[in-house]
Each structure stands twice: as structure tokens, then as C-alpha cells.
């Protein structure tokens, strides 16, 4: 069992559409990060958070420690969303990755 | 503007041969790291290194080597014994300790034929 498992694997949506992903976790961590990463292999760091909820935009990400849980949340999708959506956390002083969320937006 | 350039974008090289990816850094970030990403898995450390003149070991670093001769640079070498060197690439830095976030490369495709 995989130490970061992402749901969906693969997700589709209309434009407009509210979306969610999810992760969870098995491992002590210290930070949870939500990256993104486009068909042209890049990453950017969307959030990096230890507790509570964290707002950017459209994005909202949010972390249960509790519970192991983290979910990335994306308000009125658009088609330029369209990404690869990779959670990772903080152990010790490396990243674990998730094998992430393929999202399409449709318009 | 600060951030990590690799070069090259893409990479094509003989089996058997060595070849050398880029990875410069201008954030004055302690810390970077090789990540090796394959289709349908999570991205998997290689090398990493937290200061200067030293680094070490990831989960996958057979057939891999690295140096930290400056700051700005952890060039990783793809060896010959490295048996399924096609893959993408990713180098990431840090200011270091695992409260910080992390700065990504643009990544580099390597296909070895």
C-alpha cells in the first residue's frame, strides 16, 4: 500500500463545475503539499499546509491531521485547470508523492 | 527572476553511454533534490543534498550519481548501469528542513534508444 494514495486517478469535468480532490496519508508528517503539473512536465506548489485550510484564488486546500486526510478543492473549473495534481508530504526531510490526479476541464 | 533551470528540455542518448542532466538554482536554497518520475507512479527521490560538498542517497539511486561542488548546482549523471534510464526527470530546492516548501524545475525527458 502505497504511503500517499490520491483519488481520483483520473477526473472530468464541465467548466464551472466544483471539484475535489482527495488524499490521504499513513505517515507522521510535518507539511502536506498540493503541486500542479502541466502536460509540459513543470511543477508549480499550489499549497503547502500543516493544519486548518489554506485559500488561493479558486483553489482551496484543506488538512484533517486527525484523520490523515487532505483534500484540494477547485471553485468554477475552467478548461486552463487542466493539469496533473500531485499531493506530497513532508517526512523527515523528504517528499513523499502521491501518483496523482489527471484533471480535464471541458468548456 | 529566481527560480531552477534544467537543461535540457529533452535528451537523447545511446545505451550504454553516461549523460549529465542540469540542475542551476539562483533562490540561494540549501537544499535540492533529483526526482525520477515514471508513467502511473508517484515521483521517487534519487539523489538529495542539504549543503554543500555533500549529499545523499534517495530510494533509487543505483546507476545514478550527483555532485554539490556550488550552491547553485547539483548536476545529476545518468551512469551506463543504470538499467531503465528513460524516464522524466525533475529537480527540485528547498531553503531546507522539511517546514519549507519547495521550488521545481521544468523537468528534462531522457530517452535512451
Known amino acids: 500500500k502505497n504511503e500517499v494514495e490520491q483519488s481520483p486517478q483520473n477526473l472530468t469535468a464541465q467548466e464551472g463545475e466544483f471539484i475535489t480532490i482527495n488524499c490521504s496519508y499513513s505517515?507522521?508528517?510535518?507539511?502536506l503539499h498540493w503541486l500542479q503539473q502541466h502536460p509540459g512536465g513543470g511543477i508549480v506548489s499550489l499549497f503547502m499546509l500543516s493544519s486548518g485550510k489554506k485559500k488561493h484564488g479558486r483553489l482551496i486546500a484543506t488538512i484533517n491531521i486527525q484523520e490523515k486526510h487532505s483534500s484540494l478543492h477547485i471553485t468554477a473549473s475552467h478548461p486552463r485547470d487542466s493539469a496533473v495534481y500531485i499531493c506530497a508530504v513532508s517526512n523527515t526531510d523528504k517528499l513523499i508523492f502521491g501518483t496523482g490526479t489527471r484533471l480535464q476541464v471541458f468548456p | 527572476d529566481g527560480g531552477i533551470t534544467q537543461s535540457p528540455k529533452y535528451l537523447f542518448r545511446k545505451e550504454g553511454q553516461n549523460v549529465t542532466l542540469s540542475c542551476e538554482q539562483n533562490?540561494?536554497?540549501?537544499?535540492m533534490y533529483w526526482y525520477r518520475q515514471d508513467p502511473g507512479q508517484g515521483l521517487r527521490l534519487i539523489y538529495y543534498s542539504q549543503i554543500v560538498n555533500d549529499f545523499q542517497k534517495g530510494d533509487i539511486a543505483e546507476g545514478y550519481s550527483v555532485s554539490r561542488e556550488k550552491k547553485e548546482s547539483f548536476p545529476l549523471t545518468v551512469t551506463s548501469a543504470q538499467k531503465n534510464p528513460t524516464a522524466f526527470y525533475l529537480c527540485?530546492?528547498?531553503?531546507?528542513?522539511?517546514?519549507?516548501?519547495?521550488?521545481f524545475g521544468s523537468g528534462t525527458r531522457l530517452t535512451v534508444v
Open positions: 533562490l540561494n536554497h540549501d537544499a
Open positions: 505517515v507522521g508528517i510535518s507539511a
Open positions: 527540485a530546492s528547498s531553503p531546507g528542513g522539511s517546514n519549507y516548501g519547495y521550488t
